[in-house]
């Protein structure tokens, strides 16, 4: 696992690169969930 | 879990830490046992239902553990193999481990009951609450025996992958329940015997602390014993054919050898040595792999 530098040079770029990062990561997340409850729907609507 | 918390983190955490608050390397072996349990059922499975119940399986299996990362932070800090995971190190507090384990144990199971089938989310909900409460909170920390115990959450993956299939508790899924039970022990003692000190110094009653290596080798022989007949009992009951039963036969009298040389032949000797231990630490790792591996190819080959 990747070590977060203790004392980044830029503590609020630092901060706004983290944020951006997890935003990405969980709209991405959520999309993903949407599609997959979309499937799910057909499958068992399918029988 | 004590009241001495790390400081709060003076940087958001990152994804990352999240991710390892979900122990990925142990999701591998869930994931895998999970899907044998699917693939071997004997019944067709629609694939994005067979994903689902996989994806539930994995999201809850990594909601626990996040529970127990959250419980055991003062623990994980006082041993070299566990201090540099996201809370020891100071990289996230308390509450966020908590709350991110609660969501995904609470979703894993949401999700599951909706998509896949209620009994099956059921007894994911079951297998939640007995890792991270039954085990990790209540008897890790106040018996030897919390391996043995352990085991029994490790073990449900494939059941849970059988159930969602079949939407039935039948002798089978118990069996491959059972399987990982007994293989349990044997694995981890190996391992706690050459990392022994670790355990001892953060106070877990592990079982060669507690009852010292003599004890812990013969119980490694006996766990090894038992698991034979056991993996072989799929093929008796005609539960899986012969691709599964020779191959249950061959890995397991190769277990019992390693276990063998582990306790008969190693009384006395010094810790620099474990070469033996380490063996059979890995192999069965392969073990369990090669094991549901087989049953999967049993029932596809076999029909």
């Given at each position: 696992m990747k070590q977060m530098p203790q004392f980044p040079e830029d503590p609020e770029a630092e901060r706004k690169r983290i944020i951006k990062q997890r935003n990405l990561m969980l709209g991405g997340l959520l999309g993903a969930m949407v599609v997959l409850f979309y499937f799910i729907s057909i499958a068992r609507i399918g029988g | 879990?004590?009241?001495?918390?790390?400081?709060a983190p003076a940087l958001p955490t990152d994804w990352r830490d999240f991710f390892a608050l979900t122990k990925p390397r142990v999701m591998t072996l869930v994931i895998f046992t999970g899907l044998c349990g699917l693939l071997a059922a004997p019944v067709p499975v629609n694939p994005v239902l067979g994903f689902t119940a996989i994806l539930c399986i994995a999201v809850g299996a990594g909601g626990s553990a996040a529970l127990n990362m959250w419980w055991e932070a003062d623990l994980d800090a006082q041993m070299k193999r566990t201090?540099?995971?996201?809370?020891?190190?100071?990289?996230?507090?308390?509450?966020?481990?908590?709350?991110?384990g609660l969501v995904l144990s609470f979703f894993s199971v949401l999700m599951m009951a909706v998509g896949v089938g209620y009994l099956a989310a059921a007894i994911l909900a079951f297998s939640i609450f007995y890792y991270a409460v039954i085990y990790t909170m209540w008897l890790k920390p106040r018996t030897p025996q919390n391996i043995v115990i352990g085991g029994g959450a490790g073990a449900f993956?494939?059941?849970?992958?059988?159930?969602?299939?079949?939407?039935?508790?039948?002798?089978?899924?118990?069996?491959?329940?059972?399987?990982?039970?007994?293989?349990?022990?044997?694995?981890?003692?190996?391992?706690?015997?050459?990392?022994?000190?670790?355990?001892?110094?953060?106070?877990?009653?592990?079982?060669?602390?507690?009852?010292?290596?003599?004890s812990t080798r013969r119980q490694i022989l006996i766990y090894a014993v038992l698991l034979l007949p056991i993996t072989m009992l799929p093929f008796w009951i005609a539960?899986?054919?012969?691709?599964?039963?020779?191959?249950?036969?061959?890995?397991?009298?190769?277990?019992?050898l390693l276990a063998l040389r582990v306790a008969v032949f190693r009384q006395g000797v010094g810790e620099a040595d474990m070469g033996p231990e380490k063996r059979l630490f890995r192999f069965s790792v392969f073990y369990l792999f090669a094991l549901f591996a087989a049953l999967v190819a049993d029932r596809w080959i076999m029909g």
């Open positions: - | 879990m004590t009241a001495a918390s790390p400081s201090a540099s995971r996201p809370l020891p190190a100071g990289r996230m507090s308390r509450e966020s481990a908590r709350d991110f993956p494939p059941m849970i992958g059988w159930i969602a299939a079949t939407g039935d508790v039948t002798l089978m899924p118990v069996l491959l329940f059972a399987i990982i039970f007994f293989w349990t022990p044997p694995h981890f003692w190996a391992l706690a015997l050459f990392v022994e000190i670790d355990y001892a110094k953060a106070g877990i009653p592990m079982m060669p602390v507690v009852a010292g290596r003599h539960g899986a054919g012969v691709v599964y039963g020779a191959s249950a036969l061959i890995l397991s009298t190769i277990f019992l």
